[in-house]
């Protein structure tokens, strides 16, 4: 019973590097999200996905793109890694519609950008 | 902008004593309020959650207090216990047709000391 896995734990990139961090739910989870967790900051969302092929942004996109060709991946890249992305990264999923409220996040990746 | 704000950023209890976590939102398009956990190194998880027609709900030790008309509410942790140290976060559910989207509050790092 996975839950949510994230993938990578830890990772430091240079400026201006790409990278892509991997989340995937074995839940059947039709909603996912992905947030950033800076000291003073709280979550903050950044984009979500409310079933396969269907994504939106949340309230910091910028520097991020997301897409969702399965129900069960939702991977974030980031094109070109800024110092300011420097945070730990959470990925959340939970059953769709208003049901609930109630997300499900995977363990973080902390990413530190150089 | 912050769309729900919460205090203190810390706080440092005795062990027994009585913590208290304090949210306040503008928006009046929320409609539900769950609070979450998160121990180091670990994903924020679900603790305890309230719809704005209620006042109170409580389980076990842990209490949220509901003022609609103040736009607040608030985690109460009764004879509070050092396994209880960890950061906690408030929320709010974008109602309507936003997909359920969940904003957090800046979180709390409680400490209870034994």
């Known amino acids: 019973n996975a839950g949510v896995t994230q993938t990578p734990k830890f990772q430091v990139l240079k400026t201006g590097q790409s990278m892509t961090l991997q989340c995937a739910q074995d839940?059947?989870?039709?909603?996912m999200s992905w947030y950033r967790q800076d000291p003073g900051m709280g979550l903050r969302l950044i984009h979500y996905s409310v079933g396969a092929g269907i994504t939106d942004q949340g309230e910091v996109p910028n520097g991020y793109n997301v897409s969702r060709s399965t129900t069960e991946d939702f991977p974030l890249r980031l094109l070109s890694a800024a110092p300011s992305q420097t945070s730990v990264y959470f990925c959340?999923?939970?059953?769709?519609?208003?049901?609930?409220?109630?997300?499900?996040f995977g363990e973080g990746s902390r990413l530190t950008v150089l | 902008q912050q769309q729900v704000k919460q205090s203190p950023q810390s706080l440092i209890v005795q062990k027994g004593g009585i913590s208290i976590i304090n949210c306040a939102y503008e928006n009046t398009a929320f409609d539900y309020f769950p609070w979450y956990q998160q121990f180091p190194g670990k994903g924020p998880a679900l603790l305890i959650a309230i719809r704005p027609d209620v006042s109170e709900k409580k389980e076990g030790r842990f209490t949220i207090s509901f003022n609609k008309s103040a736009k607040q509410f608030s985690l109460h942790i009764m004879d509070s216990q050092p396994g209880d140290s960890a950061t906690y976060f408030c929320a709010a559910r974008w109602g309507g047709t936003s997909y359920g989207k969940l904003t957090f509050g800046q979180g709390t790092i409680l400490t209870v000391h034994p």
């Open positions: 839940m059947n989870h039709e909603y």
């Open positions: 959340a999923s939970r059953l769709g519609g208003h049901r609930t409220g109630e997300l499900f």
